[in-house]
């Protein structure tokens, strides 16, 4: 249990530390947004591309924010489970059912984030790419805020659940179409 309850910060300060980096290229980004980005050199070089590479690293990040949410998420449950005389395994609490509401939590959170990925990067950079890259860059930070609200509404069930996909879903299916439109 001791062993379980010291690695519990490891995933849990790094993850703060994740939050604050997001925080900081979110702040960053906001000129961007605001469309206070000047690219230097002519119009077609990488440079034109920052506000949505800014967007792209917003999306490690916070994929990143949410795997060691997810392994926080486990060994806090092992160690809650583990004062009690018999309590599960590490590995019941990991790869099974023992970790519980927070530990499906954890794993949903994840996973969603990986059925998301795909869709959402391609879409990202195509609509960077044939549309607009700024309108492309603001799509893609609502898109994020409504993904980083994923694991508390999810821990609160359907309604709440709704308030980070469909918005997701939503801004997914406008860039597609919109990209559709101009390539069609």
Known sequence: ATS???LQFLPLCSGLLLVGLFA????????????????????????????VFRCTLGFVLLYYIFLFFQSWTKFHMHTKSA???????????KYGQA????????DRTVGNMMEQAIPFVLALWLYAWVVDV???????WCWLVARAAYPFVFYRGIPF???????????LFYMYYAIGAKIL
């Open 24 to 51: 900081h290229v979110f702040v960053h980004s906001i000129s961007d947004l605001r469309g206070e980005f000047k690219v230097r050199g002519g119009t077609d070089n990488w440079a034109t591309f920052v506000p």
């Open 161 to 171: 659940l709704l308030l980070s996909t469909v918005p997701g879903y939503l801004i």
């Open 134 to 140: 700024q309108h492309g860059a603001i799509l893609g």
């Open 83 to 93: 004062t009690t005389s018999h309590g599960p395994s590490l590995t019941a609490v």
């Open 99 to 106: 970790g519980g509401k927070l530990g499906l939590t954890g």
């Open 4 to 6: 379980s309850g010291t």
